[in-house]
């Protein structure tokens, strides 16, 4: 089901226009972030699961939970040496956010246990921001600003759903231009990836206490 799903958003992903559009209501901190976007990618699971679990297994999952994320990181940026910790070389078993916080991710916002935020930057990264103040305030030509969240809602049966999105506002004819070139052959496995992500914590929020990782089977 979930290859199935990322086919279908290939198709989509292929067609998708790079139109500015904005948020019409706020549904969310990553809506408050950025308000402006250009490209855009949402998925949803539900977890039989209190928030509480869900937000700690979404701080919690490592890369070797989520199935083929090493070999699909891989396949994005090939290399033969062990390259510099990024969430696109992660070490396997550190909690994959944690990876991200470490090497050029921003944490822009955190309401446990309903949702977190990161951001990071593309293009012409100028220097110095590591602040939401700064993020948001950014206005730099060339540079493209990506944001994604996780975002926990109740559902009134003893569990919840578990929503990933991500935004991404490119200041700049330029910036707009190469990152629409760049997303459009990264987006497959990108969205493969959103629902194998939503899937690992799933099991994770949903197994034994503590049990998180023994939740690996069938985990390439």
Same mark, same amino acid.
């Given at each position: 089901?979930?290859?199935?799903?990322?086919?279908?958003?290939?198709?989509?992903?292929?067609?998708?226009?790079? *139109?500015?559009? %904005?948020?019409?209501? %706020?549904?969310?901190?990553?809506?408050?972030?950025?308000?402006?976007?250009?490209?855009?990618?949402? %998925?949803?699971?539900?977890?039989?699961?209190?928030?509480?679990?869900?937000?700690?297994?979404? +701080?919690?999952?490592?890369? +070797?939970?989520? *199935?083929?994320?090493?070999?699909?990181?891989?396949?994005?940026?090939?290399?033969? *040496?062990?390259?510099?910790?990024?969430?696109?070389?992660?070490?396997?078993?550190?909690?994959?956010?944690?990876?991200?916080?470490?090497?050029?991710?921003?944490?822009?916002?955190?309401?446990?246990?309903?949702?977190?935020?990161?951001?990071?930057?593309?293009?012409?990264?100028?220097?110095?921001?590591?602040?939401?103040?700064?993020? +948001?305030?950014?206005?730099?030509?060339?540079?493209?600003?990506?944001?994604?969240?996780?975002?926990?809602?109740?559902?009134?049966?003893?569990?919840? +759903?578990?929503?990933?999105?991500?935004?991404?506002?490119?200041?700049?004819?330029?910036?707009?231009?190469?990152? /629409?070139?760049?997303?459009?052959?990264?987006?497959?496995?990108?969205?493969?990836?959103?629902?194998?992500?939503?899937?690992?914590?799933?099991?994770?929020?949903?197994?034994?206490?503590?049990?998180?990782?023994?939740?690996?089977? /069938?985990?390439?």
């Amino acid at each position: 089901m979930c290859l199935a799903a990322g086919l279908a958003s290939f198709a989509a992903g292929a067609l998708l226009p790079a *139109r500015l559009q %904005h948020v019409p209501v %706020h549904r969310s901190r990553l809506d408050d972030t950025v308000p402006d976007y250009q490209f855009r990618e949402h %998925h949803e699971i539900r977890i039989a699961a209190s928030p509480e679990r869900v937000f700690a297994a979404v +701080r919690e999952v490592t890369a +070797r939970e989520i *199935r083929f994320f090493l070999l699909l990181t891989w396949i994005r940026s090939p290399r033969i *040496r062990r390259a510099p910790e990024s969430i696109l070389a992660p070490r396997a078993d550190q909690p994959l956010l944690d990876v991200a916080l470490r090497s050029g991710f921003v944490l822009l916002a955190e309401e446990p246990p309903k949702e977190i935020v990161i951001g990071t930057l593309l293009g012409r990264r100028p220097p110095g921001i590591t602040t939401p103040e700064a993020f +948001r305030a950014l206005d730099t030509p060339g540079v493209s600003k990506a944001v994604m969240n996780f975002r926990i809602e109740e559902d009134g049966s003893s569990g919840c +759903r578990l929503i990933t999105e991500t935004q991404v506002f490119s200041i700049g004819e330029s910036a707009r231009r190469d990152f /629409g070139i760049y997303w459009r052959i990264i987006y497959p496995g990108s969205s493969l990836i959103r629902y194998m992500w939503l899937d690992a914590i799933r099991r994770r929020a949903e197994g034994p206490p503590g049990a998180g990782g023994a939740q690996r089977s /069938g985990i390439s």
